[in-house]
């Protein structure tokens, strides 16, 4: 695996190259990291994988100087585990080498709702490093998480409107065995949060249980979760059932015509906020 900290040598090693695949991280990998870059290699070759913890996309409060920064260790993964070609590593200096006063500014509706209401400019953030990425990699596939389902449908969004030649594959939320979706901010939990912070996961496939059984009010199901997190000391930020096309929310008979949903969560235990999905 080649290690290149530069747009100039990431360049030189891909010239030539017509089927690149590509997944951007933002380090301290994980398993599910590792499934996307296997999800990769079987859309392109070669692969490559970026680590950078990008500024911009957090906000004034949040955990930008802890977020955990473990390259040395990331890289012997990435060399065990032998899916990537070439990994990316910049610096702040080289990914943002003057002020940034171009930003992708992400629509109404889908940006400034769910993640976007409780982390404003996230993504505005996250869809402009996303485009320096794709401009700097130019592959033919990137590979994002399900985990990020807002993120995702963003960065899917953006390329389409951009008329960018790459294809977005999806991988599905890799998950612990008691099925908490895996993320480098679950090392922010203690041993008592780790126990109980499966249960995010537990409510949302209670709420598909109840949805199933013929409990069809989308506001009664978001309620009933969240009150059942909140009354086991989480802080719930947002339980909420929406469209999969568009993440609006469903509206006259979507729930009964079987319009593809999914359920979209975000609460703190503890210090820690965690998010999830399941589609419904």
């Known amino acids: 695996m080649k290690v290149v900290h530069t747009i100039e040598e990431l360049r030189d090693q891909l010239r030539g190259q017509l089927r690149v695949s590509f997944v951007p991280t933002m380090g301290n990998l994980h398993e599910g990291h590792l499934a996307l870059m296997k999800l990769a290699r079987q859309h392109g070759d070669p692969v490559v994988a970026s680590i950078f913890v990008n ?3 957090f906000g004034p409060n949040e ?4 977020y955990p920064r473990t390259l040395a260790a990331d890289i012997e993964k990435l060399e065990r585990d032998r899916n990537v070609y070439v990994l990316f590593a910049p610096d702040e200096k080289e990914m943002y080498p003057e002020q940034q006063s171009y930003r992708v500014q992400t629509p109404d509706g889908l940006g400034n709702a769910l993640e976007g209401e409780f982390r404003p400019g996230f993504f505005t953030g ?11 990699v130019q592959p033919r596939v990137a590979v994002f998480g399900k985990k990020d389902y807002q993120q995702l449908m963003i960065v899917r969004a953006m390329c389409r409107q951009f008329q960018l030649p790459v294809e977005i594959v999806p991988h599905e939320t890799v998950r612990a065995s008691d099925g908490l979706a895996l ?5 922010y939990l203690t041993e008592a949060e780790r126990a109980e912070a499966p249960q995010l996961y537990a409510e ?11 409990d069809i009010d989308p506001a009664q199901l978001e309620h009933a979760a969240t009150a059942a997190l909140n009354g086991r000391g989480w802080d719930v930020d947002y339980i909420s059932v929406r469209r999969r096309s568009d993440l609006q929310v469903p509206v006259g008979d979507d729930v009964q015509a079987g319009t593809p949903l999914v359920a979209l969560a975000a609460a703190r235990l503890g210090a820690t906020r965690l998010i999830d999905n399941l589609e419904l």
Not at 204 to 214: D, M, T, V
Request: hydrophobic fraction near 40%.
């Open 63 to 66: 955990d930008f100087d802890r």
């Open 204 to 214: 949302l496939q209670a709420l598909q249980a109840r949805l199933k059984s013929g």
């Open 126 to 136: 996250v869809s402009t490093v996303v485009l320096k990425l794709l401009s700097c």
């Open 183 to 187: 993320s480098s901010r679950n090392m």
């Open 55 to 57: 500024r911009m996309q």
